[in-house]
Every structure is written in structure tokens, then in C-alpha cells.
């Protein structure tokens, strides 16, 4: 009688690189520390511009609530991070 048991594809699709991880926590990506400081230096620039627009203007604001040339500027200060 045949053998009904089935290996789903994603088992025996795994790569086998014949190296083993043993630190923790797993590397994701090897520039990992350089794009979590650029990351962090975005939302401070983002944070900054959205709270000086905001006082400005006297109200709350968002990304979507700024005009053109107020994206444009937050746009150009991301650009230079």
C-alpha cells in the first residue's frame, strides 16, 4: 500500500546554509545599528517639523495636514539624514 503521509512544501523547501546561529539576539541585517540611528534621526526630524508647523498654525498636525512646501521641506531635511 502507498504511503499517504505528505512533507508540506515549506519543509522541504528550507535552505540548509550548514552553519549554525548560536548568538543571540539573530543578526537581521549587518548594518543594523547604522539604519536604527538613521531611523531614529527621521522621527526626530519628522517630530521637530510637525511641532513647529503646529505652532504655527495653533492646531495638531499630521504628514497628511501639511501643504505642498511644508512636505517639501520635511522632505529635503529626510533627504540629508
Do not use: K
Request: charged share 35%; proline share 9%; hydrophobic share 30%.
Amino acid at each position: 500500500m502507498r504511503d499517504t503521509r505528505h512533507t508540506p512544501s515549506y519543509e522541504t523547501r528550507r535552505p540548509d546554509h550548514g552553519e549554525r546561529l548560536d548568538e543571540f539576539p539573530l543578526p537581521v541585517a549587518p548594518e543594523w545599528d547604522e539604519l536604527v540611528r538613521r531611523s531614529n534621526l527621521a522621527s526626530e526630524v519628522i517630530d521637530r517639523h510637525l511641532d513647529f508647523e503646529s505652532r504655527l498654525q495653533g492646531r495638531h498636525l499630521r504628514p497628511m495636514s501639511l501643504c505642498p512646501e511644508q512636505r517639501v521641506s520635511l522632505a529635503s531635511d529626510l533627504r540629508s539624514l
